[in-house]
């Protein structure tokens, strides 16, 4: 069966870190993009970053460019999200899906969504 899990969520101040891990069971990443999409409360879920199947290829949407980081390691069958100086306005619950398209960042469509991680960004 193919799924993804999503950990490494939390609480955390303003300004702060955290690193979100995504593996993978029931198939293989090697041949897969491999995006992180968010959903805040009451909002529709949006992409935030895209890898290609080598990692030779990586995108972000503007708001989380240059405190994001996206990264993988096929070995482990594991995506990750190096998150820094964290914004209140990151606060979302965070998935990992492989890409099924993409025309922008935001709006890219992925597939076999995990239960996600929650992130909170808070004094």
């Not at 995506?79 to 914004?87: A, D, E, H, P, T």
């Not at 209140?88 to 398209?101: H, L």
């Amino acid at each position: 069966q193919l799924q993804f899990v999503e950990s490494g969520g939390g609480l955390v101040q303003p300004g702060g870190s955290l690193r979100l891990s995504c593996v993978a069971s029931g198939f293989t990443l090697d041949y897969q993009a491999v995006g992180w999409f968010r959903q805040a409360a009451g909002k529709e879920r949006e992409g935030v970053a895209v890898i290609s199947n080598r990692g030779g290829s990586i995108n972000y949407i503007d708001s989380v460019r240059g405190r994001f980081t996206i990264s993988r390691d096929n070995a482990k069958n594991t995506v990750y999200l190096q998150m820094n100086s964290l914004k209140p306005e990151d606060t979302a619950a965070y998935y990992c899906a492989v890409v099924e398209s993409i025309t922008t960042v935001q709006r890219m469509r992925g597939a076999n969504f995990g239960k996600g991680t929650l992130v909170t960004v808070s004094p």
